[in-house]
């Protein structure tokens, strides 16, 4: 009989969350959070989609891509989402405005 | 200009065109054509290595979605053992920071481009877009400086999809099965 492998950050949420949140509190001032949503990738593979909240004027940087990529290197590196909890990793990155106004839009 | 340049530049034309009410449409074109730019960069660069001029687009076109993905996939975590293991330095540590960077536009952009092809669930933003735009940009740059890198020319190739199988990798033994008479072999009935 297969054996089911769940990948750890599914079942060790909480640890997989500090780990990020600590990640994020080495990329100020230009982050402000990075939100961890695990779940599936488009082709079924077990990922994290990493919503990284940038402040206004750093999403307005001419260089944005070059961030862009340097945070997303900084959080594998430091997280390692992929050797350590088994989940693909992808980033989106939203100004500090766009996701205040996506906030007020969730009910509470 | 090169086709990618263009495509790049349609993707960012979509996204200032973001906000009445074609607003999700350009939106999601922005991110797919972004998608796209990566997409012909790396299966150009590819199929300019074949010596004959007037066969590289037909080459171009053996190139699919998923197996390119899977290549950068793997690269990517080549690359992140690598640096766990025994980080290279000087040129090499460089050249392998930006063949992960291309690596990884391509599999967040392949992702973000299903999403705004298929997925009408997914509300698009114009923070989020013009940053998966913008990612495209470093990535183009960062292939031009490690294009003739020999990890950069083996990644290409990777892309095709075949297995990558390193020398102390032993071959199967005898991968032709014996050729059997068509006509008197033990399959004839």
Known sequence: MGVLRVPKAFVQQATFEAAVKSAALDLRPDVLKIIPAIDSDWSGKPAVYFTVV?????????????????????????VQPMEKWGVLPYFNFRSESEQATIEERIPA | MALHDDLLEVAQ????????????????RAVSTAYYALFHLLTSEAAANWSRPELRAKL???????????????????????????????????????LWTVANAFVQAQDRRNHADYNVAWTWHRSEVDSHVAEVAPAIQAWSTIRNHDAAQDFLLSLLGAKD????EPRPPNPRPERRNRLTGPDQK
């Open chain 1, 54 to 78: 940038l402040t206004d004027s750093a999403i307005q940087r001419n260089q944005l891509g070059q961030l862009t990529s340097r945070i997303s290197w900084r959080v594998v590196q430091a």
């Open chain 2, 13 to 28: 034309q979509f996204a200032s065109l973001s906000g009445g009410h074609l607003d999700q449409a350009y939106l999601r």
């Open chain 2, 60 to 98: 171009a076109r053996h190139f699919d979605h998923g197996p390119m993905k899977a290549a950068c996939e793997s690269r990517i975590s080549q690359i992140q053992a690598e640096f766990k293991r025994n980080p290279p330095e000087g040129e090499d540590d460089e050249a392998m920071i930006q």
């Open chain 2, 165 to 168: 199988r390193r020398p102390s």
